[in-house]
């Protein structure tokens, strides 16, 4: 039996030394592959939750996303329209304040480019909060408010998000037309998409 390209990419991460403690714990990597994938979601990291099931945005953040994206589970999970890139494939841990770490500096540059070459239909990014934006966008407003707010000036490649975390329902009610303006494009961009045969 041959070995797929995603599937040398898999082992490679697994082998890699900077995953080697989450190799060791028996950790795999989260993300998803889907040779036709047409829209991509990428943010800083599994959470706990979505580690320990094997499933990635499978959470109460999953819930809300879905939600913005007008897309049900059984969509998400098994249209074949969608990947999932997170900056790490793992976890992180928690601050000692609350809150995740950051996704590891270098893990997205090495392993990012040949996962997306596996998949050349992308026709949306969704960019998940400020450490995915920082990443892709090649220019950014000074805040994530105004970079969100200012969502169509990324279109049609690009579409930033404030991340759906419980932690941001504050944000949410502080900013109204995120529910009024950007989740209804959202949802209008996602729809023609998953429509597209």
Avoid: C
């Avoid at 795999?28 to 979601?41: G, K």
């Avoid at 990443?135 to 404030?162: C, S």
């Avoid at 529910?179 to 429509?195: D, G, K």
């Amino acid at each position: 039996m041959t070995t797929s390209k995603a599937d040398e990419i898999f082992q490679a991460i697994q082998a890699d030394p900077m995953n080697q403690t989450f190799t060791q714990q028996g950790m795999l990597p989260l993300y998803h592959v889907a040779p036709h994938a047409e829209i991509l979601l990428v943010s800083q990291a599994p959470s706990r939750q979505a580690q320990a099931s094997m499933t990635f945005w499978d959470d109460a953040s999953g819930n809300r996303l879905r939600d913005w994206m007008g897309v049900t589970k059984d969509q998400f999970y098994h249209s074949g329209k969608l990947a999932v890139l997170p900056l790490d494939f793992y976890y992180p841990g928690k601050h000692a304040h609350g809150g995740d770490l950051p996704p590891r500096k270098g893990f997205a540059e090495k392993w990012h480019a040949p996962l997306l070459e596996l998949m050349p239909h992308i026709k949306l990014t969704l960019l998940i909060g400020q450490y995915a934006q920082k990443y892709y966008l090649p220019y950014r407003e000074k805040t994530l408010t105004a970079t969100v707010e200012h969502y169509a000036d990324y279109l049609p490649d690009y579409f930033p998000l404030v991340h759906p975390s419980p932690l941001n329902y504050g944000w949410m009610h502080q900013h109204p037309w995120f529910t009024a303006t950007v989740v209804p494009e959202l949802q209008a961009r996602v729809a023609a998409i998953m429509a597209d045969n």
